[in-house]
């Protein structure tokens, strides 16, 4: 025998809902603006320069020794000049308007290619083919020619520093001026050490630039604000091979004192 299961009907629960009597409307008030809160930009960092750093810049003697030696030998000792600065360039104070030797060196940043050693531009005309050594002088140079890569020629002055891309006034000063120089290595180097052999100034320098100062390129009496960057050598990378970093500039001071005059 099957059991059958009755359903027993569920009883409906009725819901009783009371009213709620309506409040009485409040008063409306003054309504308060709230002040636009500024929102201020965050300044985005400045990214620093892929390119060489500066080694070393600035004014050596003509037979490679560092200034301020006293000795005959080429500084055996300590040399006795003390840095001078204004703000934070370093000034080289010559008696000679032929100076001594233009030294720049430089080195990679870790990570980035190889220090660039052009020194003449590929192209003798546009204003954007530059040589590597990028060096300027606030002051003219030199009593001769201003026309581009003439060893005797005046160096063109370019009085408010600036590697304005594109600038052909620019450019043709860089390439007059980096033309002059030798590009050394540390074996070669046109300093001494204070035993008078080669050697670089600065243990990680990888490149040396040096120019003789003489006599038709001399620098004015008083001070000449000297600029330079270095542009590094990148390996080519596709059709349009890849483009070059530049470094950070440093600058010096060449200051020449007059010459003494001579007694009755």
Do not use: H, W
């Amino acid at each position: 025998m099957t059991a059958t299961l009755t359903l027993v009907p569920t009883a409906t629960r009725t819901q009783t809902f009371t009213r709620t009597p309506s409040s009485t409307p409040s008063a409306t008030g003054t309504r308060t603006t709230t002040p636009t809160r500024t929102v201020t930009p965050t300044r985005t960092p400045t990214p620093p320069q892929a390119g060489p750093r500066i080694g070393f810049f600035g004014i050596y003697r003509p037979d490679g020794c560092a200034l301020g030696c006293q000795e005959a030998a080429c500084c055996s000792g300590t040399p006795t000049a003390t840095p001078e600065f204004v703000g934070n360039v370093r000034v080289f104070t010559v008696r000679d308007e032929r100076a001594g030797i233009i030294v720049v060196e430089g080195f990679p940043k870790p990570g980035s290619p190889s220090v660039g050693t052009s020194l003449v531009a590929q192209s003798a005309t546009s204003p954007y083919d530059r040589p590597d050594l990028q060096i300027q002088s606030n002051n003219k140079l030199g009593p001769g020619s201003t026309a581009s890569c003439v060893i005797n020629g005046i160096i063109p002055a370019i009085p408010t520093p600036a590697f304005t891309d594109g600038d052909a006034a620019i450019t043709n000063a860089l390439k007059v001026f980096a033309c002059r120089f030798a590009t050394q290595v540390p074996s070669t180097a046109c300093t001494r050490d204070p035993f008078g052999n080669p050697s670089i100034v600065n243990p990680l320098s990888t490149a040396q630039f040096c120019d003789a100062v003489d006599t038709l390129q001399r620098f004015p009496v008083g001070d000449t604000l000297l600029t330079v960057q270095l542009r590094d050598d990148p390996p080519p990378a596709g059709p349009g091979g890849a483009s070059p970093n530049f470094g950070p500039t440093a600058q010096i001071i060449v200051r020449v004192l007059p010459s003494p005059t001579p007694g009755p």
